[in-house]
């Protein structure tokens, strides 16, 4: 994976790079030929993940007809179904759809690898076919970076940020004399130690343990330690090093005498189910779980609730980031149409409704800027805080390599051990062992 100032080299590089971003946005910006109509008449078909970003925009989508007079086949599945499905037709060469909804935190290293989908950067740099108020600059640093390759191709523009952050039971904090949520991994478990009471169901600290769920709440973990778990090229491990057995150790050390009973089978819907019931004082997660915490019809902790930041790391203060964007295929059929849908589904307006909507945590910065939906949000201004915060914090969140799956899985069944009581450095040291040659196979492609 890339470090910090690997990424402030490649951004320097695309801003010099002719098609950069702010050269292409002050070329955009100064022209004055675009017509959202230009297409009338024509169809494109949209393929996309089931998510609240997707239902967003089916709900929406006769206002983009309207706007274009372009007309829109558009299809939701769920991501177990939608990524082998794009594979397989994208491998063909002739995808059925012209736009793609892509998870980039998963598919990055294969889109790039196979040249799945088109180089924007010229779709982006033509004056007729781009809204002059597109606004490239406005996408954060660590979306971007994710939506653009080793030689500066931008596959997708990003549409959401996860990201994860520290809920917390206020009530829960303040009976034990805390007023404020931790602010490093020393201080989380301190509060977590002392709110811990089995006798009462209340467990400290609330994590993912099941195998493969657990391995991008462990990176987050180890981004304290400003490490990730590959080396910047994708070439080797880093799941067994001092920095990593350590972070293990304190992810057993909080699971174990912190988390509730059962929590080695936990994934996010467990973890969410134990806040909502007020049976845990802490929980880190996507923030993409918030709404429910909010909805006095599931939650008993609504008035309770607190939203903060990861804490700071021994060495780093990271929170772990996982993007999805929207592109276009190479073999699409209907590009300039779907180009024009692109911008829309990524334009500040609609991403101004996901955020209204509680639907997703936008990848553009101008959102979260705007005073309007912040007050009419249902979600509270420590929301709004915590998302500003994490989005200057943000690290990919899981390795950029094709076999994520496979690693997800060989690691995750480590940390799973390393809950159950086994020595963190003989896991981390096996699993490692076991997924280097499946890396290695992987590079040779």
């Known amino acids: 994976m890339i470090r910090r100032r690997q990424v402030l080299q490649a951004s320097a590089a695309v801003v010099a790079a002719p098609l950069a971003a702010p050269a292409i946005v002050e070329r955009a910006n100064a022209q004055s030929q675009f017509d959202w109509k230009q297409f009338k008449g024509q169809s494109i078909e949209v393929n996309f993940q089931v998510s609240p970003r997707a239902d967003l925009i089916k709900r929406n989508l006769s206002k983009f007809e309207e706007l274009t007079g372009i007309k829109v086949g558009f299809e939701a ?65 660590a979306s971007m970076k ?133 049976r845990g004082a802490m929980w880190w997660d996507g923030i993409g779980f918030s709404a429910p915490l909010l909805d006095k019809t599931k939650s008993k902790v609504v008035e309770q609730v607190g939203f903060a930041p990861v804490p700071a790391g021994p060495k780093a203060h990271n929170c772990a980031t996982f993007i999805e964007g929207i592109g276009i295929p190479a073999g699409a059929k209907n590009k300039k149409p779907a180009w024009l849908f692109v911008q829309w589904a990524t334009g500040k307006d609609m991403l101004n409704e996901v955020l209204r909507s509680g639907s997703g945590t936008p990848a553009r910065q101008s959102p979260y800027k705007r005073e309007d939906i912040i007050s009419n949000s249902h979600f509270p201004k420590e929301w709004f805080e915590t998302t500003a915060t994490s989005l200057k914090l943000a690290r990919p969140g899981l390795p950029v390599i094709v076999p994520v799956i496979e690693f997800r899985d060989t690691i995750g069944a480590g940390l799973t051990n390393i809950v159950g009581g086994a020595d963190p450095a003989t896991e981390m040291k096996k699993a490692t062992a076991a997924f280097q040659p499946v890396l290695d196979k992987s590079n040779e492609g």
């Open 77 to 141: 599945i769920p991501e177990q179904q939608q990524r082998p499905k794009v594979a397989m037709e994208m491998a063909s060469g002739r995808p059925s759809f012209d736009v793609v909804n892509a998870a980039m935190h998963v598919q990055k290293r294969i889109i790039e690898r196979a040249g799945w989908l088109d180089d924007l950067r010229p779709y982006i740099a033509d004056q007729k076919i781009t809204n002059p108020d597109i606004d490239m600059a406005d996408f954060s640093e």
């Open 146 to 278: 994710v939506a653009t390759g080793p030689d500066g191709k931008i596959n997708v523009l990003p549409n959401n940020q996860d990201l994860f952050i520290l809920f917390y039971n206020k009530e829960l904090l303040a009976q034990k004399g805390f007023k404020a949520p931790p602010k490093t991994y020393d201080e989380l478990v301190t509060i977590a130690k002392a709110v811990n009471d089995p006798s009462k169901g209340v467990a400290g600290f609330v994590g993912r343990g099941l195998k493969n769920a657990n391995v991008v709440l462990y990176d987050n973990i180890l981004l304290g330690w400003d490490q990730e778990t590959v080396t910047p090229d994708g070439k080797k491990l880093l799941t067994d090093t001092p920095a990593a057995v350590e972070a293990a150790t304190w992810y057993q050390k909080v699971m174990r005498e912190f988390g509730p009973p059962g929590n080695i089978g936990f994934n996010w819907a467990e973890c969410q189910t134990t806040f909502m019931q007020g």
